[in-house]
């Protein structure tokens, strides 16, 4: 599915010929972000017009001077609200942390963003601490998603205003986390990119965390290579190459387990018609019995991974602030309260069985595909209830979690038609290989760019 908004590869070369300015590509978001007609009072909890102006000033200046630190010198883009960024408060989608002293160091993943020169022109939305798939903030309220937006529908989470910053143009790449679908999520349900990493390549240093067994910082992009191209960066690797695998041959499993239960109509039928046209590309689609995914449930019956180690970070703030948290982000938390230091060894130890037996059934193939939500975005209003949130977050979460706890890595296309309900169909390979997954992923999306 293509898009009308620019890459990142074409912003640089339009930067790069003199067809635009940072100071032009700045005042375009600025002005897409203070829309009153728009997403930008709830995408972005904090934008510094000024500060951003001047960055911006800065960048068209070093590029006149032939000093540009890269390429991407001077390009817009958004950033979580779990990230440190000097001089702004960390508040991580809460009230609980609105009056933490400003940051007094960027996190390391956007001291290096920064030092290619991309400019930070806002923070944006998220889900309270990342606890939910499905974007919904009763604090800085919650962004629509582009598809039906005049009876909203939510952005998925927790990188809502992340994923919407970049699908409305309010940004032109996102920088998010992803520690059960976090990136992917949202990045389906409004009909972009949104990769996750290998979690060891990302430092965690000055994110607010969830679970750092999982976390990982990811982009959320208008298309692969400009995934890649932030993830080179983040992880430190400078550069990125995407050359993008023949079709012919390639082998995707789609997992039986769990995987494909309880799809939503619209999701199923553009599931089946994806796979069928990558067949008819010479792909090999097999059905698997992924048995490893079947082990996930019982891992997940007292709260996990995230319930377990955010309450441990959590436990300070709640004791003192409870209050202040969303009701429904705090009752997850507090499932790991009655979680004992056996429970968290077995956890451990469960996981590192369970990756090993993913990475021998994968071994055969070249990645798994499978939708990367297996519902279509649901109406906000539709979710009043306590039951219909927790139902509708269950279904949101379970096919990217399960990449995250299997240590994989993972992207998320659009492969839904203009106008259609959106859908993701994601691509997952085992940890470390994210270099061959970009090069599928750019075959994948090349694909579906003549739909």
């Known amino acids: 599915m293509s898009t009308a908004l620019p890459t990142l590869d074409a912003l640089a070369a339009a930067l790069a010929d003199g067809r635009t300015t940072s100071r032009a590509l700045v005042e375009d978001c600025l002005a897409r972000i203070a829309d009153q007609g728009g997403e930008g009072a709830r995408a972005f909890v904090s934008v510094d017009p000024a500060r951003v102006r001047r960055a911006a000033d800065a960048m068209d200046g070093l590029r006149a001077a032939g000093a540009a630190p890269s390429r991407f010198a001077g390009i817009p883009i958004s950033v979580k609200d779990l990230f440190d960024v000097t001089g702004e408060v960390t508040r991580a989608g809460s009230k609980v942390l609105a009056d933490a002293a400003p940051a007094a160091q960027d996190a390391e993943v956007i001291v290096r963003l920064r030092a290619a020169g991309f400019i930070v022109i806002g923070r ?11 974007g919904i903030n009763p604090h800085y309220g919650t962004p629509a998603a582009p598809w039906q937006r005049a009876t909203p529908r939510v952005p998925g989470g927790s990188s809502s205003g992340a994923a919407v ?24 349900f409004t009909g972009i990119v949104g990769y996750k990493p290998t979690a060891r390549l990302m430092p965690q240093d000055g994110i607010v965390p969830l679970a750092p ?13 400009c995934c890649a191209s932030l993830h080179a960066l983040m992880s430190g690797a400078k550069e990125s190459k995407v050359d993008e695998l023949p079709l012919g041959g390639l082998r995707l499993a789609v997992p039986q387990t769990l995987a494909m239960d309880d799809l939503d109509p619209e999701v199923a039928t553009t599931f089946k018609a994806a796979l069928s046209r990558l067949s008819s590309a010479g792909v090999r689609v097999s059905d698997v019995a992924f048995d490893a995914f079947a082990k996930i449930p019982p891992m997940s019956s ?28 705090i009752s997850r938390i507090m ?30 193939f070249d990645a798994l595909v499978l939708p990367t939500a297996a519902i279509v ?12 949130y927790a139902r509708a977050n269950i279904l949101a979460l379970r096919n990217t979690t399960l990449i995250n706890l299997i240590d ?13 309900a959106p859908v993701g169909l994601m691509l ?7 270099a061959r997954l970009f090069a599928l992923a750019a075959a994948v999306e090349q694909l579906f760019a003549s739909s």
């Open 124 to 134: 944006t939305n998220m889900t309270e601490f990342a606890y939910s798939g499905l």
């Open 165 to 188: 910053s970049v699908a409305d143009g309010m940004a032109h790449a996102a920088i998010g986390t992803d520690t059960g679908g976090s990136s992917r999520i949202p990045a389906a």
């Open 213 to 225: 067994s999982l976390d990982a910082a990811g982009p959320l992009a208008r298309s692969v290579r």
């Open 302 to 329: 007292k709260g996990g991974f995230p319930a377990m180690e955010s309450y441990a970070w959590h436990k300070p703030l709640i004791e003192t602030r409870r209050d202040l948290y969303d009701p429904r982000v």
């Open 335 to 364: 499932r790991g309260a009655d979680a004992t230091a056996a429970d968290y060894l077995a956890l451990l130890a469960d996981r590192k069985t369970l990756v090993a037996a993913a990475e021998a059934q994968l071994a055969p």
């Open 377 to 388: 975005p649901p109406r906000i209003a539709d979710l009043s209830t306590d039951e219909a």
């Open 408 to 420: 994989g890595c993972a992207v998320s296309l659009p492969v839904h038609r203009a106008g259609e």
């Open 428 to 434: 997952a390979c085992r940890g470390g290989d994210d």
